[in-house]
């Protein structure tokens, strides 16, 4: 019987509610920090509190964002925060064609911060007076079309959105692709923000 490829993880990144990289979230997390914590969610008709695992800590915005004139958007900035330290940690070269590089994002709302913005502009002042450039953030391939961008991965690119299993299943994705000798590297993972849209739907 023939073997199968052997797959490798080259790198990987993280950014989470206790911490805002690998190393950072190893520490709280063996010494028992918890990232749990009371959150407010504001409605038109009130506010809840929630027990919610929210980043925080301070970030910068990516300059990927002003490099290429778009509105920022908190999924896409948590993506790429994650993806960075991953690419970093992977030290890639000398792969000659880009269509053997993929993208497989999972995602259960993506940028739905972005489309909350935008419709509430809108209800509250119309929609002349609406930022409609945040409407390039809130389609859920937008994660994947900036990352492919950023690194220059011009195979495939697909984004899984099945509610809390969307990032194990982009792994699973990427692991098939990869085992079926399609690519040659697969960026992959998941990414979802805080949203009251989600926190009222679990409501």
């Not at 504001?42 to 919610?52: A, H, I, L, P």
């Not at 964002?65 to 993806?83: C, I, S, W």
């Not at 991953?86 to 911060?113: C, H, K, W, Y």
């Not at 994660?143 to 792994?171: E, W």
Request: hydrophobic share 40%; charged share 20%.
């Amino acid at each position: 019987m023939a073997k199968e490829p052997q797959i490798v993880i080259t790198g990987y990144g993280i950014i989470s509610s206790i911490g805002r990289n690998k190393s950072e979230n190893i520490k709280a997390l063996f010494s028992g920090e918890s990232g749990i914590k009371d959150f407010l969610f504001n409605y038109e008709d009130g506010t809840e509190v929630s027990k919610s695992g929210v980043i925080d800590k301070d970030i910068p915005p990516h300059p990927f964002f002003k490099e290429h004139n778009l509105p920022y958007d908190r999924a896409t900035q948590l993506a790429l925060v994650a993806a960075d330290e991953s690419m970093e940690e992977a030290n890639l070269s000398d792969f000659e064609n880009p269509l053997r590089l993929g993208v497989i994002v999972g995602t259960s709302l993506g940028g739905m911060q972005s489309a909350d913005k935008f419709h509430t502009q809108w209800i509250k002042n119309g929609l002349d007076c609406t930022e409609i450039d945040l409407l390039k953030q809130y389609p859920l391939h937008a994660l994947a079309d900036v990352l492919a961008m950023r690194y220059g991965f011009n195979g495939v690119k697909n984004v899984i959105s099945t509610a809390c299993s969307s990032g194990p299943n982009a792994v699973g994705m990427a692991s098939d692709l990869l085992v079926d000798g399609m690519y040659d590297v697969i960026l992959a993972g998941g990414v979802d923000p805080i949203s009251r849209f989600s926190f009222a739907g679990f409501s």
